[in-house]
């Protein structure tokens, strides 16, 4: 019975695929006949090749992505560091696309460069932009043109963009290229996406467009650039024509366009419970680590990233019940001590130690925000990662920062606190790679070890148990 009815089903399984590999076939034929599409007279024929092995590819990989990233020739030795972090020469493929031929040899540790066409026939009539924003919204389609094989996704990004590479792999595998797919995320200042559009991926944060579009896209770029030379932005220019095919955003929270001023800390604190696909403004904000340089402070970032690419940044909270003491990690960055019980919403959520990109104001974002409290009774401490203790891939250290906020709280309750010079986070091993294509859960955490005399903190980082919750004791 129960076998009877699981083959019926797979057989009405198959006649529906046939039925949808049919409809595709009719409809392209349909439309070939109705657009002759230019150079494209197999196009039908390759799109349900590309449906039917879709299912039998190999996993996407780091050599499936070609980089474009939107450089200039004059500002690249300022920005070439932060390009150097993540670029693997040999490993990473793409280019920099630049306005005219450097004069200097090209370094080799940079991605290769390319000098874009000449977009002067194009109009550009947003008064308060630069009409460069016309060249780097071609950079797609030059980067599509070049014929490079086994691409995958065209991903585009800043030169001030900093990616982190095996997570940005780790979300694109979850897609199917053959398929069109436009995948980023939007502006955290909410004046940005009513200017700029909500459904823009951001260039700054990076974007990906999957082959499959990267194929209808690059055919009518040209011609759409013109229809929207009003639009500010490479980036919202590329929107306007994706949205023409009628392909819409699809948001992946590691992208982030970074669009604040002041300290990041506050959003790198409460990452949502996603993968860190990237960073950007890395110039324009202060160090992100508050006692080092920028370029240094990435870089130790980088070198938590390196131990555990997938945990990077993730959020897990817990409890002290013995002291009443509410933690939380934000891994490979910091850890706030509230010397109180504070809940799991208060802490997911991110102190607002910044303001708007473009008014320089309270708000609001695209998240929700809590503000930084004058009063140091009212605010955690803070520790910041310390790797020089730990090269073991399991374990990271931070380290007790003083004067981050602007003063210290004198409360009985905060001395024990106070006493605490480091965290150490211990977890059992890196993320494995299909961590992330499971349902997102945040990680749960303990304190262990745990005596009242210590002035470390050991802590266990760890996936939950069925059932656990993060709940304040005695609630
Ligand atoms: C089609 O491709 C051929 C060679 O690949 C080229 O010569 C021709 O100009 C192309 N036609 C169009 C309309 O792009
Ligand atoms: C990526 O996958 C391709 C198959 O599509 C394989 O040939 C190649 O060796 C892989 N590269 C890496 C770096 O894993
Ligand atoms: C390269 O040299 C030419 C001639 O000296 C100069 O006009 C141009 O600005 C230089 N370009 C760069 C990128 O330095
Ligand atoms: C990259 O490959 C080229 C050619 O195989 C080689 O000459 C070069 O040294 C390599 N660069 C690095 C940084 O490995
Ligand atoms: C922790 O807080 C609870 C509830 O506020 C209180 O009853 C308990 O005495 C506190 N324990 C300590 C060790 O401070
Ligand atoms: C790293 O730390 C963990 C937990 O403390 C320990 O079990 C493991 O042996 C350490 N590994 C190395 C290589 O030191
Ligand atoms: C806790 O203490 C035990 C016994 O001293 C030790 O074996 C264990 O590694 C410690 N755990 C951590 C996370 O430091």
């Known amino acids: 019975m129960k076998i009877q009815s699981q083959n019926s089903l797979k057989s009405r399984k198959f006649f529906k695929i046939s039925l949808v590999l049919c409809s595709i076939a009719f409809l392209s034929l349909l439309f070939s006949f109705n657009q002759k599409p230019p150079n494209c007279t197999d196009c039908h024929r390759r799109k349900i090749i590309a449906v039917e092995s879709s299912q039998s590819q190999p996993p996407t990989n780091i050599s499936h992505l070609l980089f474009g990233i939107a450089g200039s020739t004059k500002t690249w030795k300022k920005r070439q560091s932060y390009c150097e972090l993540w670029w693997m020469p040999n490993v990473t493929r793409g280019f920099v696309w630049v306005d005219e031929k ?3 040899t090209w370094p080799a540790t940079s991605p290769p460069y390319r ?5 002067s026939e194009f109009s550009y009539t947003c008064w308060y932009g630069s009409r460069s924003a016309v060249r780097l919204a071609r950079i797609v389609k030059e980067s599509f043109e070049l014929g490079v094989e086994n ?5 585009m990004g800043d030169d001030d963009t900093v990616f982190f590479v095996e997570n940005l792999v780790t979300v694109l595998g979850k897609y199917d290229h053959n398929q069109m797919y436009y995948i980023g995320s939007n502006s955290e200042s909410v004046e940005q996406d009513v200017i700029h559009l909500y459904g823009t991926a951001y260039g700054g944060g990076g974007y990906a467009i999957s082959y499959a579009l990267a194929v209808e896209l690059v055919r009518i770029l040209d011609g759409c650039l013109d229809r929207y030379a009003s639009l500010y932005g490479g980036d919202q220019k590329v929107q306007a024509c994706v ?3 009628g392909v819409p955003l699809t948001k992946e929270s590691g992208f982030h366009q970074v669009d604040i001023r002041g300290s990041q800390y506050g959003l790198l604190a409460a990452h949502p419970v996603a993968p860190l696909v990237s960073l950007h403004h890395v110039d324009y904000l202060p160090p992100i680590f508050p006692t080092m340089i920028k370029i240094d402070a990435l870089k130790a970032l980088k070198t938590a990233y390196n131990l555990d690419p997938g945990r990077t940044l993730q959020q897990s909270f817990c409890y002290d019940p013995a002291r009443n003491w509410s933690i939380s990690v934000s891994w490979g960055y910091t850890v706030q001590l509230y010397p109180w019980l504070a809940t799991p919403k208060d802490m997911e959520k991110s102190f607002q130690t910044f303001e708007t990109w473009k008014s320089w104001s309270d708000g609001p974002f695209t998240f929700n925000t809590r503000p930084v409290q004058s009063d140091p009774c009212e605010m955690p401490i803070l520790f910041f990662l310390d790797l020089v203790e730990s ?5 990271t250290n931070y380290k007790r920062q003083l004067d981050v906020w602007e003063k210290e709280c004198s409360k009985d309750e905060f001395q024990l606190g106070q006493k605490v010079e ?4 211990v977890t ?3 993320f494995s790679s299909s961590h992330w294509i499971k349902a997102p ?3 749960c955490c303990q304190v262990v070890n745990a005596t009242s005399m210590d002035n470390v903190v050991n802590v266990w980082m760890r996936g939950c148990n069925p059932f656990e919750t993060v709940t304040p004791p005695q609630w």
Do not use: C, K, L, M
Not at 115 to 119: C, G, P
Not at 151 to 155: A, K, N, Q
Not at 391 to 395: A, E, G, I, S
Not at 422 to 425: I, K, P
């Open 441 to 443: 859960r945040r990680q």
């Open 428 to 430: 059992s091993g890196p």
């Open 102 to 104: 450097p004069n200097a």
């Open 391 to 395: 090269p073991n891939r399991t374990v």
């Open 243 to 245: 949205t023409e095919i």
């Open 151 to 155: 691409v995958r996704w065209f991903v």
């Open 422 to 425: 480091r965290f150490r986070v």
């Open 115 to 119: 000098v874009s066409a000449d977009t």
